[in-house]
């Protein structure tokens, strides 16, 4: 299967990022799937919003969402304008962030709606937090999790497969083609972010990546018809 091109954040430097316009972009653009950020207000709304606080410096979680700004969709509008694309969900829970929460309610209620949902196979989890994508497969084995690194710890492959992880997601500038190699020997995928260089991108396809999360889908597009 050829690289897949993930917008992210929806196709973010067109639109405005993480909203539905930046999603419907994605899919106009062609784009594989989307990645996107789910967060929590203070009425117990799963939203999307990348940063825990907003531009004004309110809080996500201490905000209602009948209080955010208009731009900032549910969770539930957002995967409805992602149709036709697959779907990366990053759930924030960041130990050094104001809505850090090691009961993981983020990820239980985000794998409730999408049980809800059907179309297991449209969903790959990631999170930063390890546990947090322990507990999605707890809850859910039948969705792919993925773990979200910017350092890849050496012993990257034993970690995923003892926990059940089918992919990783590595930031691209620590990214290596020994890791990618790696990976791709353990039946692990690799989708890395973010990269918008063009050169860059095609030196990750031939190493064999398989995802590219990037601000730039039409590019990535356009690139992987060139290097086919």
Do not use: Y
């Amino acid at each position: 299967m050829s690289v897949q091109v993930l917008a992210h954040r929806g196709a973010s430097r067109a639109e405005r990022e993480n909203t539905l316009r930046a999603f419907e972009q994605a899919g106009l653009f062609g784009a594989d799937g989307v990645e996107l950020d789910v967060r929590r207000t203070s009425d117990d709304v799963l939203v999307v919003h990348h940063n825990p606080g907003l531009d004004d410096g309110r809080v996500v979680r201490q905000t209602s969402s009948l209080d955010l700004p208009a731009h900032i969709p549910t969770l539930s509008d957002a995967l409805d304008a992602c149709h036709g694309m697959w779907v990366n969900l990053e759930i924030k829970n960041d130990d050094t962030e104001p809505d850090f929460d090691p009961t993981e309610w983020v990820a239980e209620q985000t794998m409730a709606l999408l049980a809800e949902r059907g179309e297991s196979e449209r969903w790959l989890m990631s999170s930063f937090r390890i546990e947090t994508m322990d507990r999605c497969r707890q809850l859910a084995p039948d969705i792919r999790t993925a773990w979200l690194t910017s350092v890849v710890p050496d012993d990257v492959v034993e970690i995923l497969l003892a926990k059940g992880h089918v992919a990783l997601h590595p930031w691209v500038r620590l990214l290596t083609k020994d890791v990618v190699d790696r990976c791709r020997a353990a039946g692990i995928a690799v989708n890395t972010w973010t990269c918008d260089d063009p050169e860059r991108m095609r030196e990750l396809i031939e190493w064999g990546i398989d995802g590219i999360c990037t601000n730039v889908p039409d590019v990535a597009i356009a690139v992987r018809a060139e290097s086919a």
